[in-house]
């Protein structure tokens, strides 16, 4: 049986397309996949840290934010500044160069992640940042009153005792 030259265009053409669409598949999920690390494990990626897309969190240094337009330059501490191990915590530079402003949540001490790549200067030059609430959106410590709420007498509804009803 002999193949008509118009089925062998048309096959070439398909074999063609389908190859060019799985590359341009596989080329798009590997560019788009990151790795999540913190600043400590950084130091240990070696020469990976260079080559692959990272997301590293930790915590603004306060008075460390340096904003011009929509770029940033801030330093990420391990820890928050006012817990004891701050002094002693892995500093890690941090360069956002963005479309976008960083978001209104990305102060001093808000815990930001920053995402892109680590160049072999020492600094993280971000392409995208995400700060997460402020620490003042902790829980509060057991046994501690909340700021800014009622006497627990005002703030509770009154509740008639079980064996009533509305009828009594």
């Known amino acids: ?3 008509s030259a118009n089925t062998l265009r048309i096959g ?3 074999a063609v397309i389908l190859g060019t669409i799985g590359w341009l598949a596989f080329t798009g999920y590997s560019s788009n996949k990151s790795y999540y690390v913190t600043i400590a494990e950084l ?3 070696g020469d990976k840290a260079y080559h692959s897309q990272l997301r590293v969190e930790g915590f603004v240094k306060p008075g460390s934010i340096q904003q011009n337009g929509t770029n940033v330059d801030f330093i990420l501490n ?3 500044s006012h817990t004891s191990q701050a002094p002693s915590g892995r500093l890690l530079k941090v360069t956002y160069k963005g479309t976008e402003p960083p978001p209104d949540t990305f102060k001093d001490d808000s815990q930001a992640l920053a995402q892109g790549t680590y160049g ?8 995208v940042l995400q700060a997460k609430c402020a620490s003042k959106y902790a829980p509060v410590a057991p046994g501690a009153a909340p700021a800014n709420s009622k006497s627990a007498t ?5 509740v008639p005792p079980a064996n009533q009803t ?3």
Request: charged share 20%.
């Open 1 to 3: 049986m002999k193949i």
């Open 12 to 14: 070439t053409a398909v």
């Open 43 to 45: 130091g240990g990626l």
């Open 78 to 80: 391990e820890y928050e």
């Open 120 to 127: 072999r200067d020492g600094v993280f030059h971000a392409t």
């Open 154 to 158: 005002s703030a509770a509804p009154a």
């Open 166 to 168: 509305a009828a009594n």
